[in-house]
């Protein structure tokens, strides 16, 4: 893995965002987890796959922290374009989940100005004051969380956790676009087991 080559013009390599991503996507699946949890008085796992890693705030922070940057001295200005993008970039992901899943994972329709369950103003509202805490000191603590550990634990830990990602999501992408697979493999190893017996 090329851990040191800078990442797309962003000034930042490949090891600090793949660190900063996971980071933001474990945070972003305990927050949310406790959120819905204490709301649903009840355990919930708001991660698509097994592990506690929600990638939408992975890629939405780090899209929002580079091309955000510009703006970071002027807080209304970060606010207005925070909102606004972090909104768009819900509704493209609601839009792809709808494609690729046939259903989206959240359901707006009981709050006031929605648009069609997928998008809501009072949403649109927390995700500028998100992004508000996301430069004001989120990332710097993120940056230090990753700076915590010595840079060969990192390449390590970056490599396990892309290829636990990538199986993991690839897993669960096949359940949900192909849910009479395992009742296919299944049958076919009873078959082969009674095969074997006889």
Known sequence: MPWDLAFFGTGTDVYHIVQWFFIYSILGWIVETIYMSICGRRFVNR?????????????????????????????????????????????????VMMAVFGE????????????????????????GFY?????????????????LYPYQTGCILGGVLMVYYLVDFTVHLCKAKFPEVPDKA?????????????
């Open 131 to 147: 992004v508000l805490i996301l430069f004001t000191f989120l990332h710097k603590f993120v940056m230090f969380l990753s700076d």
């Open 47 to 95: 991660g698509f796959i097994f592990g506690p890693i929600c990638p939408i705030y992975g890629f939405g922070a780090l899209i929002a922290y580079f091309l955000l940057r510009p703006l970071a001295d002027n807080l209304v200005l970060l606010y207005l374009a925070g909102g606004i993008m972090a909104t768009a970039w819900e509704f493209l992901v609601a839009k």
């Open 104 to 127: 989206v994972w959240w359901d707006y329709s009981e709050k006031p100005f929605n648009y069609k369950g997928i998008l809501c103003l009072e949403s649109s509202v927390a995700w």
């Open 186 to 198: 299944r049958r076919i190893k009873n078959k082969f087991v009674s095969f074997c017996r006889n």
